[in-house]
């Protein structure tokens, strides 16, 4: 069996949210390998030991919200794309997440049907 072509990490705090998409991306694409986490702690310290190719990020969560996530990813892994994919709609939390690094801003669940061509968009924009 061939490795994986492409390693995601997706850090969401929704326990539910975090396995439908960890299952989602596996299953939308076989040459994904998907690690999910579920705080800001975990996605830092596995960050240090494995290389991703595209980092999915919630907003809001209880540790460390996803733009400042986002601003600590940038400063170690700068040309990995970041996707931001939160229930935040008002454009001052896009902006905010944008001036951290985040190369883009989906919304849950209104963006859904963007979710997939955006993450194929950004892996073979890296690439």
């Not at 705090?13 to 975090?18: A, G, P, R």
């Not at 994919?85 to 989906?106: C, H, P, V």
Request: glycine share 2%; aromatic share 10%; with cysteine.
């Amino acid at each position: 069996m061939l490795p994986p072509d492409y390693r995601i990490l997706y850090v969401d705090d929704d326990v539910d949210s975090l396995e439908v998409m960890q299952l989602w991306l596996s299953h939308d694409d076989e040459r994904y390998s998907v690690k999910a986490v579920s705080c800001a702690k975990d996605a830092l310290s596995v960050i240090n030991k494995e290389r991703f190719d595209l980092f999915i990020l919630d907003y809001r969560m209880p540790d460390v919200d996803g733009a400042d996530l986002c601003y600590m990813i940038k400063k170690v892994h700068p040309k990995t794309p970041v996707l931001i994919y939160s229930a935040l709609a008002r454009e001052s939390d896009r902006r905010i997440g944008f001036k951290a690094g985040a190369d883009e801003f989906l919304i849950k669940p209104n963006d859904f049907d963007k979710f997939a061509p955006t993450v194929r968009r950004l892996l073979a924009e890296a690439r």
